[in-house]
């Protein structure tokens, strides 16, 4: 079953602080794998964070959470930063 990709407003602005190489390989990951198995490729969270998936890409983390045949994607940033970053994103840091 083919899901269907939603991207939180802020995801643009991720991609813009990630360089075009690792851009291309994100957007490789996502399209090949969470518009088919996200549950397969994904890692589910713990903590605050629980509901959301990761998927690893390199040093990028792809966070997201699956809904029926949609996945929304809330952020892709840094493994250093995505944790944290995304917390704040949902309101809970």
Do not use: N
């Amino acid at each position: 079953m083919p899901y269907d990709l939603r991207y939180h407003p802020k995801v643009k602005a991720d991609l813009k602080r990630i360089s075009a190489e690792a851009q291309r390989r994100i957007r490789s990951a996502i399209e090949s794998r969470l518009t088919t198995e996200p549950e397969r490729f994904g890692v589910p969270l713990q903590g605050a964070l629980r509901p959301y998936w990761k998927l690893r890409v390199g040093d990028y983390r792809v966070l997201f959470w699956v809904a029926g045949e949609t996945v929304a994607i809330l952020a892709i940033l840094h493994r250093k930063d995505a944790y944290e970053q995304a917390e704040r994103r949902i309101g809970r840091g």
